[in-house]
Each structure stands twice: as C-alpha cells, then as structure tokens.
C-alpha cells in the first residue's frame, strides 16, 4: 500500500515568514507533485519533480520553491509567505513510466498565513 | 492554457437516483482521463479512469465516459448511497516538455440524502 505522509496536518505562520512543508512517500516513486487546493479552483500544481534534484514549474509557481535531495521526500518552500498563500495543500506521487500509473495523494496540509 | 471544465459545481441528489458529473477538456493531445473522490476531511483517492482508446469503463456502480470528438467525459454514479457524498474531480492528463502531468477540474460536491 503506497502511503504519502505530510509533515503537519495545519499549520499557522506570520507573513514574511519562511515556510517549509514536507511530504515522504515509501514505495519508490520516481515522480512527485505539489499542488495546492482552494475552493472552485480545484487541485492547481505549484511544482513538480521527475527525479531527485530535478524540478519543473507547474502552474502556478510564483511565490514558491522546491527542494528534492532525496528520492523520497519533496519539499515544498514558501520564501516569504502572504496571506494569499493560505491554502490546502497537496503533496502527491506516482511511479514512472507514462501518464497512466496512479496518482497518490498525502493527506494536505492546511496553511493558514496571518 | 490548458484547462478542464467541470459541471456542475454541486449536486443534490436522493439516495437511490443517479448522479452525472460532466467535464470538457481544451487539449486535443489528452490521453488519460481520471477521476478522484476526495471525503470530507481526507485525501483525493482514484475511483475510476479511462484511457483515450476507449469509449466506456465501468466498475459496478460507477462509470466513465469519453467523447474524444466533443473533448468531453462523464462519470456516472448509479443507485447512490449516502457514502457517495464527496467532492469529486476530473482530471485530463497533458504532455508537456516531454512530461505528463494532470489537469483537474474544479470540482463537484455531491450530496445524497438517505
């Protein structure tokens, strides 16, 4: 069973201040996903990684980056963070090798920016 | 840019009836289309997909469908059951830079009352 953990369930955090989230997964997948959810805008992706230390833009990119240091973990890093940051967010992953294989999601993490 | 549309937003139903949840898609090049179920409270989980090579899937109660002429697919939840009550999305999976990544739709809160 794949499972996807994410390192805080909510978070709360001031404006200006660095944010980290941090997302694991165990069963060895090549490709992991973040992306952040918002009422009637559904699941928009922020960053996405096909191999360790590789990363690409998603979407919506701006305001964030990403660390990838290790195949199993992908971390998602707010730089300076605002209030139009506070968010659900979504870490995923998903076995290499075409657009067919399952997508697995973490649990989220609610962020909220003060 | 590449988008789905997903209608409608919210749906009421009674136990029992069926629901249909419809969405459109931009890219031409689409070739996978999941759909995700996501509880209150909990993760996005696969529920059912299709390929592009295919007209129609079905998994007891649930089924997909795909217009690849139209750009649009459907999912059809019959005999539904309060358990049913979740937000779902659609999804098309684009290529982009060599990469395939998901495109979702904003989503369907469907409500079934016993």
């Known amino acids: 069973d794949v499972k996807v953990t994410q390192s805080s369930r909510y978070l709360v955090k001031r404006t200006g201040e660095k944010v980290f989230l941090e997302c694991v997964q165990d069963?060895?997948?090549?490709?992991m996903f973040w992306y952040r959810q918002d009422p009637g805008l559904g699941l928009r992706l922020i960053y996405f990684?096909?191999?360790?230390?590789?990363?690409e833009k998603g979407d919506i990119p701006e305001g964030y980056s990403v660390s990838r240091e290790k195949k199993e973990r992908f971390s998602l890093i707010l730089e300076s963070a605002s209030t139009n940051q506070t968010s659900m967010y979504l870490c995923?992953?998903?076995?290499?090798?075409?657009?067919?294989?399952?997508?697995?999601f973490g649990p989220g993490t609610r962020l909220t920016v003060l | 840019g590449e988008n789905v549309e997903q209608h409608p937003s919210t749906l009421s139903v009674q136990e029992g009836d069926s629901a249909v949840i419809k969405c459109t898609y931009s890219?031409?090049?689409?070739?996978?289309f999941p759909w995700y179920k996501q509880e209150l409270g909990k993760r996005p989980q696969l529920i059912i997909d299709?390929?592009?090579?295919?007209g129609e899937k079905k998994d007891q109660r649930i089924a997909v469908t795909l217009n690849k002429t139209a750009k649009h697919f459907s999912l059809h939840i019959t005999e539904t059951q309060p358990e049913d009550s979740a937000v779902y999305f659609c999804?098309?999976?684009?290529?982009?830079?060599?990469?395939?990544?998901?495109?979702f739709g904003a989503g369907t809160r469907l409500a079934v009352h016993p």
């Open positions: 999804a098309a999976s684009r290529e982009s830079g060599g990469y395939n990544k998901l495109i």
């Open positions: 890219d031409s090049a689409s070739n996978y």
């Open positions: 995923a992953s998903r076995e290499a090798g075409g657009p067919y294989n399952e997508q697995f």
């Open positions: 990684s096909y191999d360790v230390k590789m990363k």
């Open positions: 299709i390929r592009s090579n295919v």
């Open positions: 069963m060895d997948h090549e490709n």
